[in-house]
């Protein structure tokens, strides 16, 4: 049971992780000026792998030395290594940082920054190369029975001994050499090293943080949230124009017509599942007006209607609906509202507004404006 | 040298054991009742105190506080005394402790229930009950810390200091937190306003997990896990680097709560970056757990309490990799207000907490007996429902969430929403069935336990105290030369404490300070005003009946937000907002601009019968707003109080704010009776309709149909 738990949630977590980066690249594109910078973010990146690699490679040169019997590797040329290794890895920390103040300074300094970053993956590559070749001058002397054991191991090759490796496992048997002494209430205490892979994760993630605050508030090469929110509508724009292009009947509130019994019908069906709670079942209205009489709050042509339902009247309690229903949807409810006048349903409301006459078409839309108008000097 | 002789207490212990496994299931079976009124409303009963807005913080309470709380203190008072080679400082202090704990626990929970509540995540508590909290607090410090000064033990052992970590933060972080201006014995405004209220909170809210939900745990594991194993942990420094390491960074990660809204984007950064410096962090103690088991795998294939240790540990981590993935922005957008959050704590509250805490209890009752437990089997049942049921619950909150950001998120081609609110809701109560169903079996484990350990008890004979025997501390001890340097810290408490309230102050203070004190970061809109007296009201009566668990108040700076509720939130209209109410869960929409979206009528009647204006609605009805009237006797002092707190009403308003009140509410009456309503305008639901009208009114731009209001105008 844990397992699949443990899969399915890993799963999703994948997933997720997929989607996430999705969605980055979906966003990025459309950033602003973001390639030139991006650059700068990659090689930052491989700044700090390339950190982590030197320093699990001086580990290895050291562990190497332990088992070098040659007297020159004293313990103070260790030291020493040990030191430049650092201080080069905190250097190169320490310029990720504050060299992106420099670069705020001035725009033309760019370049000359992004020299500078790819000087020190040159220096953190040649140091890498450095390490490698006295690793292996080192090894040299053992290097037949070191060859032998090898392969030995490699015949054997199993998921556990990967696993140790990797958490750099000693032996049970050896644990005593381990024993710190200490003692509470019987517990004792052993001294095994972190996992190796424990300490290069959470540099990564230390190196993904000042990356990560670098990029949204230094380099500013990833979208804030206003920013993202701007990307977002703008593509929704595009995507809206290029949908009406494909359209041909689309109606507004100004070229509305009646529709005939089907977009009544259809109107009908919008009207019993989305407006029935206010305006009641048969259009008799209860929180909002009655829609069957002729008295109107906002107007009572088709165009009104639709310019009622499309942009709501905030401060009356009647929501825009514009965000929800299709230009037509909202032609079909108007048609099907302007069939039920003179129904007379049971319970109806009292009439509200201004007295209606329905007018002809052509004089609609000069009839709304004073309407409107109407209602401005209430 | 001579040996001293003293004896450990288990009383004490055991009292706190009992009252972890009695509060236990009570806040749990509250959860199986929230669960379940979630997808059936009629369980809300239409009674104030059994409706979900009173009910749910009734259960985070009584789980964080009571049960996981019980479990730190029985843990603390049985290894504390151990670890020490002492007995407890004060027996008296235990019991004023103990005792003092269980009275805030229940008056906690009847207050709730009544609607008294801050609204505060996990610091709902009223002012008078927070005082209690700080004095228990420190008299629990106080005994803690009398028993660390006269141990027997030269250095402290990994367990005291995260016990000592989560004391002195968890002081920190209530008091800080709890800064609040009463109005009456038991109504109080909070402190901070808006966004910084906000900020405070969530500091408070992600470290209540952090310093009571994993740090004391994390001690605990310490202890128990290599009792109930035999083996020896697994790495010291691994012990001192994730120590430090976690109380350090935990404490930033705050503002991750949120993220895209108005709070300053380099606070919601800051809360990013550091929730990923926190995964090791974290992951150090489920290794140092895990690891320590390495050679005694077989064991934990027989032993019920080192597999309930092993599933708690792993449950450790995979929520604290959840925890910061969930903290990337592109993933928090899909988590926040939904499911998936609850997902989240509840493996970490079911998987780690329950779990370590069953773990403990199978290895402690027997102890405490001097017996073996009762049966075996039985534990290893509990066990399968345990897990089983925290499978069946995560799972559908995990689909659900996702099912329902899709449905949100998604427009037809034409640019409308596809889906309505409440499309969401319906298509995802079945999964809150399903949710309550995983609840349910995991509440019957715990039965099956309590059954299990009551038998161990009957069977045994309890031993009240155990005699012990070791030499005292030489005085004027100096460190042998060559000493790892961290040494000296572990045989200096005072010290130990000193650099933990350091090292947990530095990410509270880099957030908090500039965001209180750097005017841009809220910048002001002049068009906010204060709230009206009758507003107030209104907005006091949303608190009370729990409104913000269910509803948001928060637009964030998506396309599909802003289509669906309006603009999205900014910074400034929340300058007046004691406490801010943004909210945590959307099970219901976002009313930041609910404000003349609905007539009142709609409102009058959605309250009264949800069902009759929104079709579906799993919303509870709220029939007592009809019949209770408001206390307008609280009006002054409450403007008197918001005054106090910088809020501009007039000098002298207190005397006039009645009048306008009551002429507000008659407006509304009349209103409402233009639509065949009759209600007196005294009634609470008056105000609170005033209170839903204003919201989100004072700012009107970039809305869609700005057109249309200004031909209104």
Redesign the interface.
Same mark, same amino acid.
């Given at each position: 049971m844990q397992t699949i738990k443990k899969l399915s949630a890993t799963f999703i977590f994948i997933l997720a992780s997929f989607f996430a980066i999705a969605e980055e690249t979906v966003t990025k594109p459309t950033a602003q000026s973001s390639s030139s910078f991006d650059v700068d973010t990659v090689l930052v990146i491989c700044i700090g792998i390339l950190a982590v690699v030197i320093i699990s490679l001086a580990n290895t040169l050291l562990f190497a030395m332990k088992f070098h019997k040659k007297p020159t590797t004293s313990n103070t040329t260790k030291t020493l290594m040990l030191i430049t290794c650092v201080f080069i890895s905190a250097a190169t920390i320490a310029q990720t940082t504050d060299a992106p103040a420099k670069i705020e300074a001035a725009v033309e300094h760019v370049s000359g920054f992004r020299m500078l970053l790819y000087a020190i993956v040159i220096i953190e590559l040649a140091v890498i190369f450095a390490l490698n070749w006295m690793i292996k001058l080192l090894l040299k002397p053992d290097a037949n029975a070191a060859t032998v054991l090898d392969t030995k191991r490699a015949s054997s090759f199993n998921f556990k001994k990967i696993w140790n490796k990797l958490n750099k496992f000693k032996p049970i048997e050896d644990e005593a050499s381990l024993d710190t002494g200490h003692v509470y209430d019987g517990i004792r205490e052993l001294n095994n090293v972190t996992p190796p892979w424990f300490t290069i994760a959470f540099l990564l993630s230390i190196v993904f943080a000042i990356v990560y605050l670098y990029r949204y508030h230094v380099a500013h090469s990833a979208p804030l949230p206003e920013q993202e929110y701007a990307i977002e509508m703008q593509e929704a724009e595009q995507q809206h124009t290029a949908y009406l292009k494909t359209q041909k009947n689309l109606v507004d509130e100004n070229t509305v017509t009646m529709l005939g019994a089907d977009g009544i019908a259809a109107g009908k069906v919008l009207y019993q599942t989305n407006c029935f709670a206010c305006h009641g079942k048969e259009g008799q209205g209860g929180v909002g007006p009655n829609l069957t009489d002729d008295y109107w709050l906002h107007g009572g042509s088709i165009h009104d209607v639709f310019k009622s339902i499309k942009y709501g009247w905030k401060d009356k309690g009647m929501q825009s609906w514009e965000s929800i229903f299709s230009p037509v949807q909202i032609q079909q409810i108007s048609s099907y509202i302007k069939s039920l006048r003179g129904t007379k349903p049971a319970g109806a409301k009292e009439a509200q507004g201004e007295l209606y006459v329905e007018a002809k078409d052509t004089n609609a839309s000069a009839k709304d404006s004073s309407a409107n108008k109407q209602e401005k000097t209430k | 040298m001579q040996l001293q002789k003293f004896s450990y207490d288990n009383r004490i212990p055991k009292m706190f054991a009992i009252a972890t496994m009695f509060w236990g299931a009570i806040g749990m079976l509250v959860g199986v009742l929230a669960a379940f009124q979630l997808a059936f409303p009629a369980l809300n009963f239409g009674l104030p105190f059994t409706t979900f807005g009173r009910v749910r913080p009734v259960h985070t309470n009584a789980v964080i506080f009571a049960f996981v709380g019980n479990g730190i203190f029985t843990a603390v008072y049985y290894?504390l005394p151990?670890?020490l080679?002492t007995s407890m400082w004060s027996n008296k202090l235990s019991k004023i402790h103990f005792w003092g704990w269980q009275l805030i626990i229940l008056v906690g929970a009847i207050t709730l229930l009544m609607g008294y509540t801050s609204s505060k995540e996990y610091a709902e508590l009223e002012w008078p009950l927070d005082i209690a909290i700080a004095i228990i607090w420190v008299i629990f410090g106080i005994n803690m810390f009398g028993t660390i000064l006269t141990r027997r033990?030269r250095?402290l052992? !990994?367990a005291i200091w995260f016990y000592i970590g989560s004391w002195v933060t968890v002081a920190m972080l209530h008091i800080v937190n709890s800064f609040e201006l009463p109005v009456s014995f038991f109504k109080s405004y909070s402190w901070y306003a808006g966004v910084q209220d906000a900020l405070v909170q969530w500091w408070y809210g992600h470290n209540a997990v952090a310093f009571f939900l994993t740090t004391p745990y994390l001690g605990l594991m310490y /202890?128990f896990l290599?009792?109930a194993a035999n083996r020896? #942990?697994?790495?010291?420094?691994?012990?001192i680097?994730h120590f430090w390491?976690l109380i350090f960074l935990y404490i930033w990660a705050g503002p991750h709560h949120l993220?895209?809204t108005a709070l300053p984007?380099?606070a919601?950064?800051?809360g990013? $970056?550091?929730s990923?410096?926190l995964?090791?962090?974290s992951?150090?103690g489920m =290794?140092n757990g895990l690891?320590t088991l390495?050679?005694a795998w077989d064991k934990v294939r027989e032993e019920p309490v080192l597999k309930f240790f092993v !599933?708690a540990v792993?449950c450790y981590g @995979?929520s604290t990799?959840?925890g910061p993935?969930l903290s990337?922005?592109? !993933?928090n957008a899909?988590s926040h207000y939904s499911d998936w959050t609850i997902a989240h704590v509840h493996?970490g509250a079911l998987g780690w907490n329950g779990f370590l805490t069953f773990g403990m209890l199978y290895w402690l009752i027997p102890k405490l007996f001097n017996t073996k437990l009762y049966s075996k089997k039985l534990a290893s049942t509990h066990f399968?429902i345990g897990?089983?049921g #925290?499978?069946l619950y995560?799972?559908p909150m /995990?689909w659900a969430a996702f099912r329902s950001y899709f449905m949100m998120k998604a427009?037809?081609?034409?640019?409308? =929403?596809q889906y309505?609110f409440i499309d969401v809701v319906q298509s995802i109560v079945p999964f809150y069935v399903l949710r309550a169903i995983g609840g349910t079996i995991y509440l019957t484990g715990v039965l099956v336990m309590v059954y299990n350990l009551v038998k161990t008890a009957k069977q045994g004979k309890f031993v009240a105290t155990e005699e012990a025997e070791a030499p005292a501390l030489e005085k004027n001890y100096k460190s042998p030369v060559g000493s790892f340097w961290h040494a000296v810290i572990e045989r200096k408490p005072i010290m130990l404490l000193t650099l933990s309230l350091i090292v947990v102050g530095i990410g509270g203070l880099v957030e908090m300070v500039p965001t209180f004190l750097i005017k841009e970061n809220v910048p002001t809109i002049t068009s906010v005003k204060p709230y009206t007296p009758l507003e107030l009201q209104g907005r006091d009566i949303y608190i009370r009946e729990g409104c913000s668990n269910c509803h948001s108040q928060m637009i964030?700076?998506?396309?599909y937000e802003? $289509?669906?509720y309006g603009e /999205?939130s900014k910074a400034g209209e929340f300058v007046y907002d004691h406490p801010f109410l943004w909210g945590s869960k959307r099970t219901g929409p976002d009313l930041a601009r609910e404000g003349?979206?609905?007539?009142?009528?709609?409102h009058f009647?959605h309250m009264l019968e949800p069902t009759? @204006?929104?079709?579906g609605s799993i919303m509870p009805a709220y029939p007592w707003l009809f019949e209770n009237d408001v206390d307008v006797a609280t009006t002054n002092s409450k403007i008197y109080a918001m005054r106090k707190m910088g809020v501009p009403y007039p000098d002298g308003y207190e005397s006039q704010a009645n009048k306008d009140l009551h002429e507000q509410a008659n407006k509304i009456a009349t209103n409402l009776k233009?639509?065949?309503i009759q209600v007196d305008s005294k009634k609470e639901i008056i105000a609170l309709i005033a209170y839903l009208q204003r919201l989100g009114k004072d700012i009107k731009t970039g809305e869609?149909?700005s057109?249309?209001?200004s $031909?209104?105008n």
């Open positions: - | 290894s151990r670890l080679k033990e250095y052992y !990994v /202890y290599p009792k020896p #942990i697994y790495s010291y420094r691994l012990s680097v390491s993220l895209y984007d380099w919601q950064s800051l990013t $970056a550091f990923i410096m995964l090791l962090p992951w150090g =290794l690891f390495r050679g !599933v792993t @995979m990799f959840e993935m990337l922005k592109n !993933v899909i493996v399968w897990t089983l #925290i499978v995560a799972i /995990y427009f037809t081609p034409a640019g409308q =929403l309505q964030r700076p998506f396309r802003v $289509a669906r /999205y003349g979206k609905n007539a009142d009528s709609w009647n009759s @204006m929104s079709p233009k639509d065949k869609t149909s057109n249309n209001i $031909a209104n």
